[in-house]
C-alpha cells in the first residue's frame, strides 16, 4: 500500500500513527503537522518516506525501519520534543532539513554507510551534544550544523574535501575541531560566531579561505 501525499496532512486531532506492515511509500507530507502525534510507528515494510512526510509531529523518538535507503528533505522538520533518533544502516543519505529545528535532539549516531548530509540537516538542534560522523561521509551541505549552540567539539572525517559555508555557524560552545588534511577549502561564514572557539589547526592542505570564515570567533588562535 501507498499512503500519497498529502494524504492526513494537517489532521491535528490524530494522536498516534501506526504504520502497519503493508505499506510501503510514504507520500511527501503525508502526515505533515498533525501536531498531535506524541507516537509514531514505522513497519519494516516501508522502503520510501516522502519529503517532508512528518514534519511538526509532537514525537519524542523515532525508529526508522531497516530498508530505508535515504531519509528525505525536511522529513522530521520541526519535531522539536523530538530526542531519539534510530537510524538503520541502510540509510546512506541524509536530505536537507531531515532534523532541522529539531530542538531537544541531544545525540546522534549517524551509521558508517552514510554517505551525505544535506544542507541544514541539524541546523538549529541547539540540545545537540554529540555527534558521531562516520568515515564514509564526504558531503556535508552548508549550514549542517548551524546554530548546534550545545555542541562542544567535532571530528571531521578523512574524506571531507570542502567544510560547506555556514557548516558550524554560531555553534557558540564549541571548542575543538578537528579539519582533516582532505580539506582543501573552507566556505564564507563556516565557523562565524563561534565564540567560544580557542584554537584551530588549519592543515596544509586548505588552499582557499572564503569570506567570514572566522568572523567573530572572538577567542580564537589559528595555526597552520
Known amino acids: 500500500m501507498i499512503i500519497g501525499d498529502n494524504a492526513f496532512s494537517y489532521c491535528i486531532k490524530i494522536p498516534k500513527i501506526d504504520i502497519p506492515g503493508s505499506v510501503t511509500t510514504i507520500g511527501n ?103 558521531s560522523i562516520p568515515k564514509g561521509v564526504t558531503s556535508i551541505g552548508s549550514a549542517a550544523f548551524q546554530r548546534c549552540t550545545s555542541l562542544p567539539s567535532i571530528v571531521i572525517p578523512e574524506g571531507i574535501n570542502q567544510l560547506s559555508s555556514s557548516l558550524f555557524s554560531q555553534c557558540t560552545n564549541l571548542v575543538n575541531v578537528t579539519i582533516p588534511e582532505s580539506v582543501t577549502s573552507i566556505g564564507s561564514s563556516c565557523f562565524y560566531e563561534c565564540t567560544s572557539l580557542p584554537t584551530v589547526r588549519i592543515p596544509e592542505s586548505v588552499s582557499y579561505i572564503y569570506s567570514y570564515a572566522f568572523q567573530r570567533c572572538i577567542g580564537i588562535n589559528c595555526h597552520t
Open 29 to 131: 507530507e503525508a502526515f505533515r503537522e498533525c501536531s498531535s502525534v506524541n507516537n509514531l510507528t514505522i513497519a519494516d515494510s516501508v522502503t520510501t518516506i516522502g519529503t517532508s512526510a512528518f514534519v511538526g509531529l509532537n514525537i519524542t523518538s523515532i525508529r526508522i525501519p531497516e530498508g530505508i535507503t535515504k531519509i528525505d528533505n525536511y522529513a522530521f522538520q520541526n519535531c522539536y520534543n523530538l530526542v531519539n533518533i534510530s537510524i538503520p544502516k541502510t540509510v546512506a543519505s541524509i536530505g536537507s532539513y531531515a532534523f532541522n529545528n529539531c530542538r531537544n535532539l541531544e545525540t546522534i549516531d549517524i551509521p558508517e554507510n552514510v554517505e551525505s548530509i544535506g544542507n541544514n540537516c541539524f541546523d538549529s538542534c541547539s540540545k545537540l551534544k554529540s555527534i
